[in-house]
């Protein structure tokens, strides 16, 4: 009678003991879909509570899959890609509920979300600023190019303007800056000027 008892006894341990061998062994596995067009360099890349690295592969369609994952709570979900800005996502494994509990987390808290995950981009990266056409405009708005355009400008126009003078109304400018003293002795440098003298024939006519 003892050793069927023992029997029995040592039989219920051995059950016990397999049973926790598989709860230890037990793996998990974190799924999810992207919804955005997926290129080779999309990866999704969780790391564990240890530090360890899992990775996954989306497929065509953005589904993808990390296995491997044992019970444990701080998994943290990323997904790299080039041309896309995703949320990070916290997932907890739970043995004893043998479910998976996923969490957005912000810059202030932790926001509960569905799983299975459907991830979509917060928006996209740009490598490099695009380079921003020339602006002729701001070459007028130069000073040093302004000053020297009027300088030009009055360099050309100032003798076509003395021209049309009447000489009289010249000569009398200087005399008066004659009168006038030391302030006005550049007005003596204007040049007198001389009425052309008028064709033959348009005094026959």
């Known amino acids: 009678m003892r050793v069927i008892i023992m029997a029995k006894y ?24 992207l919804k955005v067009s997926i290129t080779p360099d999309v990866v999704v890349s969780v790391r564990g509570p240890d530090g360890r690295q899992y990775t996954g592969l989306p497929r065509g369609d953005g589904v993808f899959k990390v296995r491997g994952l044992a019970s444990g709570d701080g998994y943290i979900l990323e997904v790299r890609a080039t041309k ?48 921003q056409p020339y602006d002729f405009t701001s070459i007028l708005r130069n000073p040093m190019i302004l000053m020297v355009g009027f300088t030009m400008l009055m360099t050309f126009a100032l003798p076509k303007i003395m021209a049309n003078l009447d000489p009289e109304a010249i000569k009398e400018m200087q005399a008066t800056a ?7 002795k550049t007005l003596q440098l204007l040049p007198e000027w001389k009425v052309p003298a008028i064709p033959q024939q348009i005094k026959a006519k």
Do not use: H, W
């Open 10 to 33: 040592v039989c219920f341990l051995l059950m016990l003991m397999a049973t926790y061998a598989i709860a230890a062994t037990k793996t998990y596995t974190i799924e999810g879909k």
């Open 84 to 131: 896309y800005v995703f949320d990070t996502v916290k997932i907890d494994i739970s043995s004893q509920e043998d479910k998976l509990r996923a969490m957005k987390l912000t810059n202030i808290t932790e926001v509960r979300i569905n799983y299975p995950l459907e991830l979509s981009p917060l928006g996209t990266i740009t490598p490099f600023k695009p380079r």
């Open 178 to 184: 004659g009168d006038q003293g030391e302030p006005a």
